[in-house]
């Protein structure tokens, strides 16, 4: 069964704080991807990696940074958690050439600042 | 991106059939239709994807117009189970891409199913 895990489903931090998201996948995918989830808004891509040290910004990269050291493990940071970062957050891999399979999701971890 | 039309909710009854209509008349040619669902407090999950002919696996079918400005999602026979968000995507396909696949939600119909 192929999997992606995120290393929390809930996680509540104080604004001011630096917050480290984890994904890590099992399938020895080459694209990772981060996306937040809020109600009304839909799902809205952050970051994604199409192989270990890139990146490349999303729509909506403003307020967080990534980290990919390791093709399995591909990290969301927030340097300095606001209370609008309080969201869903999910992060999916799929292999290269992706346009013909499928994307992969984690269970998501849901954030909240206060 | 290509942009895709859905309806905001649907609704059917258990065992019944169900047509989820998408409509992505500024497709590309090397656009494929992805469709995602999302049951409550879970993540994304693949359903089915195509390209140009029309595609089934165990899950639901999926029908493709001949412009492939339009698609449809087939559900032979309703659980409440697959009462969920279901998402209509065009996902970059080309080997020229810059895109590396990423996928552009739209805010998805909302399927109910009464039992």
């Known amino acids: 069964d192929v999997k992606v895990t995120q290393s929390s489903r809930y996680l509540v931090k104080r604004t001011g704080e630096k917050v480290f998201l984890e994904c890590v996948q099992d399938?020895?995918?080459?694209?990772m991807f981060w996306y937040r989830q809020d109600p009304g808004l839909g799902l809205r891509l952050i970051y994604f990696?199409?192989?270990?040290?890139?990146?490349e910004k999303g729509d909506i990269p403003e307020g967080y940074s990534v980290s990919r050291e390791k093709k399995e493990r591909f990290s969301l940071i927030l340097e300095s958690a606001s209370t609008n970062q309080t969201s869903m957050y999910l992060c999916?891999?799929?292999?290269?050439?992706?346009?013909?399979?499928?994307?992969?999701f984690g269970p998501g971890t849901r954030l909240t600042v206060t | 991106d290509a942009k895709t039309t859905q309806p905001n909710s649907m609704e059917s009854n258990e065992e019944e059939p169900v047509h989820l209509p998408c409509n992505h008349s500024?497709?590309?040619?090397?656009?494929?239709i992805h469709w995602y669902r999302q049951l409550p407090s879970q993540g994304p999950e693949y359903v089915i994807h195509?390209?140009?002919s029309n595609v089934n696996n165990r899950m639901a079918s999926l029908a493709i117009a001949e412009d492939r400005k339009s698609s449809t999602l087939i559900l032979h026979r309703a659980t409440l189970r697959d009462a969920a968000v279901y998402y209509c995507?065009?996902?970059?396909?080309?080997?020229?891409?810059?895109?590396?696949?990423?996928?552009?939600f739209g805010q998805g119909t909302i399927l109910t199913v009464h039992p």
């Open positions: 990696s199409y192989d270990v040290k890139m990146k």
């Open positions: 500024t497709i590309s040619g090397t656009d494929y």
């Open positions: 195509g390209l140009t």
């Open positions: 999916a891999s799929s292999p290269p050439l992706a346009g013909s399979y499928e994307q992969y």
């Open positions: 399938m020895d995918h080459e694209n």
């Open positions: 995507i065009l996902r970059e396909g080309g080997a020229g891409g810059t895109s590396y696949g990423k996928l552009t």
